[in-house]
């Protein structure tokens, strides 16, 4: 039996019900109606259905919160099992069930292996969790053998990318998964930074400086492009080859001057709060905030296609001067000097 919120009842007749792509409308409730956030009445067709997603505490009367919390039970069918005549279990498909299965490799639940709290099977400790499946195409291999910065460099970037196509296909979950699609491209850009700055410096035949290795050891992007973006030009003087244009690291100077300010150290979009410093008296017990309050609304279409131009062109720097590290290793072993 599989306990299912009143609340994901009401979703998931929400999702059947929609014909259409839905649109998301910031409301607030005033003198006893919603309003959009911006003014006025929101201008909805009579008998037209929405779900609202609201915090529990602003519900101010605990029988109704009590009520939308309530669980029922579904008991989830065995192949080929007829349907029993119980309207709740169209709420669940055969077609939902059954992807649950083959993505989680799950058998269907008995009483014993229920969970006293969540609806999917609990923790055991035989469970392995980092070790190779039958299922073959969804062995990870981990790299030991090939360059491994550049692995852990791409994934960041492609799980950042394929979270935003998620939210721009089905037009859901935007308010969840901002958080770790901005954590992900800032950390691309973040390694990539860090990758251009040690090639290039070893391109130069140039030290690092205290002020880069401080650079290299942070999350700082805008230390990190600081350091990074004097070297690029000499390394073209180098080769020789043409400077970047002006316009280009312009632009990548804006870039990289937003993601700053919104997220200095890596942390504003990986934690909700920051912990307070021993003595300080700001915010609350539990931290203050990490974004500002003003970022109210973020596009993820327009935010997901600029990281991956700045990706893009990051990405050709770095792989351009590896291949020029590669070169210069190449001509010493076979002219010296």
Not at 28 to 33: E, K, L, N, S, T
Request: include cysteine.
């Amino acid at each position: 039996m599989e306990p299912i919120p009143f609340m994901k009842r009401a979703a998931q007749h929400m999702k059947k019900l929609s014909s259409g792509k839905l649109l998301r409308i910031p409301v607030r409730f005033v003198d006893g109606r919603w309003e959009c956030e911006y003014g006025g009445v929101v201008p909805a067709a009579p008998d037209s259905q929405a779900e609202l997603l609201i915090a529990n505490k602003s519900i101010i009367d605990p029988h109704f919160l009590a009520r939308m919390k309530a669980t029922s039970t579904v008991r989830v069918l065995k192949e080929n099992e007829p349907s029993p005549p119980c309207p709740l279990v169209e709420l669940l498909p055969k077609s939902v069930i059954t992807s649950f299965i083959t993505l989680y490799g799950f058998e269907i639940m008995s009483d014993e292996s229920e969970s006293v709290i969540g609806s999917l099977p609990p923790p055991r400790a035989a469970d392995v969790l980092f070790g190779p499946g039958e299922d073959f195409e969804a062995n990870a291999s981990i790299s030991h053998w090939i360059e491994v910065d550049y692995v852990y460099t791409v994934g960041f970037r492609r799980a950042g990318l394929r979270l935003a196509e998620h939210v721009c296909e089905t037009g859901s979950d935007q308010d969840f998964l901002i958080y770790p699609i901005v954590y992900l491209y800032r950390h691309h850009v973040e390694l990539i930074l860090k990758a251009i700055v040690s090639v290039a410096a070893s391109l130069l035949d140039r030290e690092l400086t205290d002020g880069d290795r401080k650079a290299l050891g942070g999350h700082d992007l805008a230390r990190l492009w600081a350091a990074a973006r004097p070297l690029l030009n000499p390394v073209c003087a180098l080769v020789p080859n043409p400077p970047f244009p002006d316009d280009d690291l312009l632009g990548i100077d804006s870039y990289i001057r937003q993601l700053h300010e919104h997220d200095p150290n890596g942390e504003s979009f990986r934690y909700a709060t920051r912990k307070l410093k021993p003595g300080d008296r700001r915010g609350t017990a539990v931290g203050t905030p990490w974004l500002s309050p003003d970022l109210k609304l973020v596009n993820i279409r327009a935010f997901a296609a600029a990281m991956e131009r700045l990706a893009d062109y990051l990405e050709g720097i770095e792989g351009w001067f590896g291949d020029l590290v590669d070169a210069k290793a190449t001509w010493r072993r076979k002219y010296g000097g």
